[in-house]
C-alpha cells in the first residue's frame, strides 16, 4: 500500500482518490475551499480518503496527485519537490492505474470536444465497447472501475492535464490545431504551451500514431516522434492515399 496526496478536490481529485482507495492505497486528500464550498464534491468522496480543508498538505514520503487547475508556479510545486516521491496529474496516474486498455487521445486548442465526441460514437457505432471523457467533463480516473482489455478509451486532454502527466501514453493521438491561448498559465510563453500539447506524443514509439492538422502552419512542421507514424488531415492541402480530407 503507498500513500498518495491529492491536491484539489474537484471532479478530477474526487476521481483519483476514489479509484485510489479502490485500489487498496492509503489517500490523504486536501483543498483550499472550505467544507461550505466542498460539499457537493465530499459527497461523492470514499469515506476512506482522510480529508484536510482549507490548505493543501503534502504527506511526506507520498506520491503527489495534483489537479489540472492548480498553476505550475503554486507553492505546491516546490513542496513536492522537497518532501514528496513524485508529482503526476490525474492522467497520469490513470495511466499507470488504467492496464492494457488503449487510450486515443484528443488535443489542440480549438475542437477538442467536438473531435473527442465524434470519435467515440464512431468507435461505439464499430461496435467497440467506448468510453468516453477525460478533459469533456468525467475524469479519466472515474473510468477505471469498468474498464476491460476491450474497451477503447476516447479522451479529451488539455495543456494543464498534459503538463503534469509526463508518463502519459495515449495509442493514439490527435491534435486538431494550435494557437496562441492560455499563456497566463504558461508565463506568457507560447513555446511553452506548445511544448505542453507537444507532450501528448512524447512517449509514442513506432506501433503509435499521431493525427495533425495539415493546415495549421504550426503542427505542419510537426511529426510524430521515435519513429512513431504520422497522419495528416486537411481541407487545403493534397494528401496521399492514406491521409484524409475532411
Known sequence: MA????????????????????????????????????????????????????????????????SPGIPLKAPIFPLAAEVAQRLIGEIGLFHELKGNVPVLAVTGTDGKSTTTSWLGSMCRAAKHPTWIGGNLGIPLCASLHELTPEHIVVAEVSCFQLSTAPNFHPSVAVITNIAPDHLDYYDGSFDAYQNAKAAVMQNHGPTDTVVLNADDPILAQWRAPNNGKTRWFSRQTPLSNDQYRV
Do not use: Q
Not at 43 to 56: C, D, F, M, Q, T
Open 3 to 66: 500513500t498518495y496526496s491529492v491536491i484539489g478536490l474537484a471532479r478530477s481529485g474526487v476521481a483519483a482518490s476514489n479509484a485510489l482507495i479502490k485500489h487498496g492505497h492509503r489517500v490523504i486528500a486536501s483543498d483550499l475551499r472550505n467544507a461550505e464550498k466542498m460539499a457537493s464534491f465530499l459527497k461523492e468522496l470514499s469515506p476512506e480518503v482522510e480529508v484536510i480543508l482549507e490548505k493543501n498538505h503534502v504527506e511526506p514520503g507520498s506520491i503527489v496527485v495534483v
